[in-house]
């Protein structure tokens, strides 16, 4: 599903995020990135769903070379890659419904199936009852599971998560948690970028440890 070979990523400033990095990560799979702030997490992860290109090494998602894809042919990626960053990048214009349906909106899904779909992936991050809020009326934790929803609603191979559990309550966060676990036990590949270790020990399958300099990658011990 995804694969780096000695992948190196650097920025203006001249300093290195990732140096050398490679490894594996199976269909299926269920893993966290953890480490401190600037390590290189939210890159990691850009990286992966091909938003920033690596200054070297390969990068494999899906059985693609992210370094020879054709303009015309990453699209058709980026619609097997849910993506929820830090930024939600919400559409203010547009109310909850119709930001969650976009994603469908581009593949060209009927309006009928589009609008029914998005109805039960709000439901899910709990949501209902808000389809006609605009984003600007919802609290910051109500617009990351709006991003949560619009990531989820056209049923991913891949779903890459940027703290999303940031702004939410515990409860709530557990929520979410589970949702991505629902998508995963049924094939979705699924990475979360997070800080908070009681969510790694009962979610993850493996973690990927990210330091200055250096690069872990472990396994997990569930808490029952």
Not at 97 to 119: E, F, H, I, K, Y
Not at 200 to 223: C, H, L, S, W
């Amino acid at each position: 599903m995804i694969e780096f070979q000695h992948v190196f990523k650097s920025y203006a400033s001249g300093s290195a995020i990732l140096e050398d990095v490679s490894f594996r990560v199976d269909a299926g799979e269920f893993l966290f990135v953890a480490g401190p702030s600037g390590a290189g997490k939210s890159t990691l992860l850009k990286l992966i769903a091909g938003l920033e290109p690596a200054d070297r090494g390969i990068i494999q998602v899906n059985g693609q070379r992210l370094d020879r894809l054709t303009a015309r042919a990453r699209p058709y990626l980026r619609r097997a890659v849910g993506v929820i960053l830090q930024d939600t990048h919400l559409l203010e214009d547009r109310n909850a419904l119709q930001n969650v349906m976009l994603p469908l909106a581009v593949t060209g899904q009927p309006n009928d199936v589009a609008r029914s779909r998005a109805r039960a992936a709000l439901q899910k991050v709990g949501l209902g009852g808000k389809e006609t809020a605009l984003p600007v009326t919802l609290s910051g934790g109500e617009q990351q599971r709006l991003a949560i929803a619009r990531a989820i609603v056209n049923r991913p191979a891949l779903l890459i998560a940027d703290e999303p559990t940031a702004n939410l309550d515990k409860d709530t966060a557990k929520r979410v948690m589970d949702v991505f676990k629902d998508f995963n036990q049924v094939g979705v590949t699924t990475l979360v970028a997070t800080h908070d270790e009681d969510l790694m020990a009962q979610y993850a399958d493996r973690v990927f440890v990210i330091e200055p300099g250096r690069f872990r990658d472990f396994p997990v011990n569930k808490t029952p």
